[in-house]
């Protein structure tokens, strides 16, 4: 099978490359020149754990190609698979389309044979209809299925979630495209994960009904944590308890700074506009949004009280900037609020982040950037883990606190436990716990 994969981003270039594991001859075509030359050069030039070597393997083996042409991939495809971005647009919080009608616009002219056009990108519902309607008033002679097949990996896992899905969406009714689609996923039937067809617009909502599902799970923990504060209940032995409970389940019950990254903030946005535009408003994902953009705002108030009530000619050692571990992703990252509100107050700000700086380097100006954790913490007063990475788990406290002018750990994410912090000498604040007297 020969596929074109348009858009070599985190979802594009995770794709292509399973694709090409599974024997299938992949052409990702991507307009960045600087991502392009990475690439030829085996390179990953987004941080996913397992991916250089997946990409090697399959280039190497003559599967997976990279090109700005679109032209030949285009030509010789089964299917082509659209994986560009659809930002939040500037104004009014719909999902920015235009990277898709345009990539659209670039296929028509070189449609040959019957081709499967799928949406993997993230696209409000009605989209494909709408890519429908412009590719055959183009090419009113093409022999095409337009497929909505949304993508739910994850950004730090995203091998294993593609390898390992819970399931294949796949809209559409055509009849030719469900073969060519049941064929493209038939090494994943293999381990148990066949495709589940069904129309296009619910494919399309679906996606956006999971991600504001997943983001109502965060904001509700996170409200929870906070009245747990005021009562004296622990946050992590409650959740632990309700995720018991097989209709609510333990995932994504954990309270932190806020939902951030390049899926939840703008396809919530795009819901409530969906939804508004349609005249059948989804309040309840309103205040979802509402209580996560006043969580990360809460999260530097949080840090200026356990530092005295000011942060100011005080030194603050962040650890963490990526919207989670195991990704370079700073799109809507909890720290691009914290880290310019405590600069604001007259904090200096240091940051270490193992993967995230040379992404997160140009929007957070003006901090100064670490190593490590202990050397973020020398000299400083606060240290605030805003990301869990692992190597900030293994941190060895009383080394950090013996380097540090200060004795305040504000651990936003509950890497630590207040006996840890205390043995080694700190002033601590977890979230959703009783805040120490
Ligand atoms: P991204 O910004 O990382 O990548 C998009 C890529 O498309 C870029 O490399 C860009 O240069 C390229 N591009 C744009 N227009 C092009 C064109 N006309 N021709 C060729 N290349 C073009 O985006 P992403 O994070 O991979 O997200 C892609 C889509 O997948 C979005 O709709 C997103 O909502 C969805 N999605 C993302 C994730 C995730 O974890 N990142 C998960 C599920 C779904």
């Not at 990953?44 to 090697?56: F, H, K, N, R, T």
């Amino acid at each position: 099978m020969n596929i074109c994969m348009i858009g070599a981003g985190y979802v594009g270039l995770v794709s292509a490359a399973c694709f090409s594991e599974f024997g299938w001859t992949v052409t990702c075509v991507d307009k960045d020149p600087q991502r392009l030359a990475e690439l030829k050069d085996g390179k990953s030039p987004i941080y996913e754990p397992g991916l250089d070597d997946l990409l090697q393997r399959n280039m190497a083996a003559g599967r997976l190609l990279f090109t700005d042409n679109l032209g030949p991939a285009a030509k010789n495809a089964d299917v082509i698979l659209l994986a560009v971005g659809t930002p939040m647009r500037r104004g009014d919080g719909y999902a920015d389309l235009s990277y898709v009608y345009a990539a659209v616009e670039e296929i028509a002219p070189h449609l040959k044979g019957f081709t499967v056009i799928v949406t993997k990108s993230t696209v409000p519902v009605g989209t494909s209809r709408e890519i429908e309607r412009r590719l055959r008033a183009a090419r009113s002679d093409g022999d095409f299925a337009i497929c909505s097949n949304p993508e739910f990996l994850r950004e730090g896992s995203a091998i294993q979630d593609f390898m390992h899905p819970d399931r294949v969406l796949v809209g559409t009714d055509d009849e030719r495209a469900k073969d060519v689609m049941g064929r493209l996923y038939q090494p994943l039937a293999l381990r148990s994960a066949p495709v589940m067809f069904v129309g296009r617009e619910s494919a399309e909502l679906a996606k956006y009904a999971a991600n504001a599902f997943l983001a109502l799970k965060i904001s509700f923990i996170n409200e929870i944590a906070d009245l747990c504060e005021q009562v004296g209940a622990d946050v992590q032995e409650l959740a632990s308890a309700i995720g018991k409970d097989r209709r609510i389940g333990d995932k994504f019950l954990h309270p932190g700074p806020g939902y951030g990254g390049s899926c939840f903030p703008k396809d919530v946005s795009a819901l409530i506009r969906t939804a508004r535009e349609n005249k059948s408003p989804v309040s309840l994902i309103e205040q979802v949004q509402r209580v996560n953009d006043e969580r990360k705002i809460a999260m530097a108030h949080r840090v200026e009280a356990a530092a005295g009530g000011s942060v100011r000619g005080k030194t603050i050692a962040i650890l963490g900037a990526t919207f989670k571990p195991n990704t370079d992703d700073m799109r809507d990252a909890p720290s691009l609020i914290i880290v310019p509100m405590l600069q604001e107050r007259g904090a200096t700000v240091r940051v270490v982040d193992p993967q995230g700086r040379r992404q997160a380097e140009p929007l957070l100006p003006g901090v100064t950037w670490s190593e490590s954790a202990l050397e973020a913490a020398a000299g400083a007063d606060v240290l605030v883990t805003v990301t869990e990475w692992n190597e900030f788990r293994a941190l060895d406290l009383k080394a950090a606190k013996a380097k540090m002018r200060g004795d305040v750990l504000v651990d936003l994410r509950n890497v630590f436990t207040a006996e840890l912090a205390h043995a080694a000498g700190f002033r601590y604040s977890a979230v959703g716990r009783k805040p120490e007297e």
